[in-house]
């Protein structure tokens, strides 16, 4: 079990990719296969409608401030439902927040980091 707080956060870029493979559906499927294989106390679940190369996007923001506010990690279903662009991954990490994306829990800051570029 995790000692540390969870804020999940999903995202889907339009409507139409809200009910798709990558819709919102999609993602708490695997965040909570995710979470039976690695049970924890989850304090907030948010969502949002929007393109993942927009950096002024207020749920993500709120996300990020939940995890600081209760020393929580972030967790995302897929790396790239949290972003699209490979500064706006290297800015999240170096906000200092941690994250897991649901489907490499295994990936550490590098490798993120690496992906987020492909």
Not at 3 to 18: F, G, N
Not at 57 to 77: F, G, M, Q, S, T
Request: contains cysteine.
């Amino acid at each position: 079990m995790s000692l540390r707080p969870l804020v999940v956060y999903y995202r889907a870029s339009s409507e139409q990719q809200k009910h798709s493979g990558l819709g919102l559906m999609a993602q708490h499927n695997a965040v909570r296969r995710y979470l039976e294989a690695n049970p924890g106390t989850v304090v907030a679940e948010l969502s949002e409608i929007e393109s993942g190369r927009k950096d002024n996007r207020p749920l993500i923001k709120e996300a990020l401030w939940l995890c600081r506010v209760y020393d929580a990690r972030l967790i995302v279903a897929r790396l790239h439902r949290l972003a699209r662009s490979t500064a706006m991954v290297a800015g999240l990490m170096d906000s200092g927040v941690d994250f897991i994306a649901a489907d490499m829990p295994l990936a550490n800051r590098f490798t993120i980091h690496i992906l987020a570029r492909g």
